[in-house]
């Protein structure tokens, strides 16, 4: 991505200190001390240049099938440029097996359009050697790298002649992966797929497209952006086969992404589908390698009915499809006829508000008689073994269990592992019985915990992420015992957060509360609330990590907050749809209880100065907060909001508001965008301030949200600040505009809400 200078905030309209529409409203209090003489004045320049303390940890753990090593990225300290590692497990020595500076020499990388795009989707900011495939094996790495393919012989790797070149084809390869034998690589170049003999280098292109609407191999933009599918093709068992995605993009909208820095540039202008409006068009056909391009068949299901193809599978018995309506009300997972192509249903699941993906599922055993399945039809995800007619034999999770994911499945001892807490503040890693019986939790530490398993389950990858010190990433087996540390050069803040975890309010909502690290409670202060609020997304969990920059605010003279009320994962079927049809209601309903209740419990809380300020849904939030509640919200800050649902994604969107033009629904599109309370006369209610920021770039929550709320706010008179940040994406990498951005949130706060007071 090509950052440009960051353009000048166009202070549209200012609102008086402290959110006061007129002197008499105004409600600042004297200041008790300077309010800036506790945050470390270096911390924000670390924040910024080390990618939020992120970069330096190893990541994308693969562990070799022998189990005998652990391959994994990191850069350095302050780089966004991964290099590849090897940890041997006996040893726990680590060493360098490939960098980028090696194989291009000093080159500059390049990235494709389309690269950068599934990089944005995927929340990818890595270079260098961003991601890579080992071989069923483990003898061979594939790494793709400024548009070329690499093949490292991990045995030799550092010796002369380990790194070779392979393929040939024209186009940027995407989504390079071996066969599950080892023999080829398939990859997609230029909206066709391809496949490299790994022994000749030779490159064969086995599809060939219609026309510059139709893509094969690919996944499209909802898969990618939504359903957290990346692929777009999948090998038979025998890697004689694949079956390949075709992606009709004819009927879908073109949305056009100017460069306002440079009018002359021709605008990037990506099909995207919004609400109601036509999607991509996808089926799915099967490739017989050596087979003439005439024998590509179709696989055959009710595409008009259930548009959406979620998920593939090929276990040993045959390809399995998972696919949706376009309400998601209803998905059913669907067995391939291998010799007609013909599908027939194994199971459906059912939900009146929408159904949850798991890309998780279906995992088939080794036989293929039976499959993990998860379900949430009893009021909560649960983890299910099912027999391959889609009959349940049991369930494996209990009731009350928080299942969140599926870590890997041990057939030869009766196990699987998984990720879950009753506390979603908190991820354990659990052993479950396969043959059903008590859960065992490998994980003790209050935390978020994170694993990789080998092959045969023998070790993993453990990565801790507590409430205090850095991520720490090691080797372990089952038992418990620490075979070996992986290490991590990312740099230390200069403090641990002053963060507490609680419950506040009648609904028991998840509260973190972040207070200055000199905190005095004789003083009051005023009040950010750190705000996502929205579905899919926890906000209050124990990493440290994500208190550090809110520790930073808080140090100005705040107290910070952040909860997680109805419409957050991790409570149940009951509290994720009770936004059903209504974005903004319920949701701010609790944020405001969670207020008001910490507040009760905490009076060093100025209720009477209240902030708000989130990214992405968290600024849709904020917005919505000043303009619905300006009783409780004083000032806010949204960043890349949304601010008219008809304008977001279609798989999105749909899942929990509907269609725009069905009859009873149109409301919730009304009801649930910021347009609609932007534009009104604000009456006898306070005018709070805001500040609207968004990426010119952005490919996700376009720029025009943010143009067509600064339009209504300035029509209804509204007082308003508007950021534009050129050339950004809905990602904030680049250190100087995180570091500029941070600056202008903290003094927008100060001045619009003041310091301290007793």
Known sequence: MRVRPLLLALALLTAPACGGASPSDRTCPTPMRDSTSIADPSFLEQYAVTYRFNQGHPGHFVVTPDASAVLFLRSGPRSFVNDLYVLDVASGQERVLLTAEQVLGGAEESLSEEERARRERMRLAARGIAGFDLSPDGSSILVPLSGRLFLVDRAHAGQS????????????????????????????????????????????????????????????????????????????????????????????????????MHPENEPNSPPYPRPGRPNARVRLGLVTLGAPAASERWVEWDRERYPYLATVRWPATGPVLLVQDRLQQNEVLLSVDPSTLATSPILTETDAAWVNLDQDVPRFLASGAQFLWTSEREGELRLELRGRDGTLVRALTPTNFGYQALLAVDEAHGRVFVSASANPTEMHVWEVPLAGGEPRRLTRESAVHEAVFARDASIWVHVARGRTGARHASVMRIDGSELAEVSAVAEAPTFDPNVTFEEVGERQIRAAIVRPRDFDASHRYPVIVYVYGGPGHRQVTVERDRWLLPQWFADHGFIVVSFDGRGTPGRGRDWERAIREDFISVPLEDQVAAVQAAGALHPEMDLGRVGIYGWSFGGYFSAM?????????????????????????????????????????????????????????????????????????????????????????FRAGRPYEFLPLAGLTHMVPDPLISRRLQTRIIDFFVRNLGAPSR
Do not use: C
Request: glycine share 8%; aromatic share 8%.
């Open 161 to 260: 002649g380990s790194v070779r070149e392979i393929g040939q084809g024209e186009g940027y390869p995407m989504d390079p992966r071996f066969s599950p034998d080892g023999t080829k690589i398939a990859v997609v170049r230029e909206g066709d797929l391809h496949v490299i003999d790994v022994a000749t280098g030779t490159e064969t292109r086995v599809t060939t497209r219609a026309n510059e609407h139709i893509e094969r191999g690919a996944a499209e933009f909802v898969a990618q952006e939504e359903m957290g599918r990346f692929e777009g093709y999948w090998w038979s068992p025998d890697s004689r086969a694949l079956l390949v995605q075709e992606t009709d993009t004819s009927e879908v909208e073109m949305m056009h992404i100017l460069d306002p």
């Open 625 to 713: 907060a000043v303009l619905r509640r300006p009783d409780v919200f004083h000032a806010g800050i949204a960043g890349a909001p949304v601010s008219e649902w008809r304008d977001y994604d279609t798989h999105y969107t749909e899942r929990y508001l509907g269609l725009p033009e069905a009859d009873g629904v149109e409301g919730a599109y009304h009801r649930s965008s910021v347009l609609t309370f932007a534009a009104r006369d604000p009456g006898s209610d306070p005018l709070r301030p805001l500040l609207i920021v968004h990426g010119t770039a952005d490919d996700n929550v376009y720029f025009s949200h943010a143009i067509k709320m600064s339009d209504a706010m």
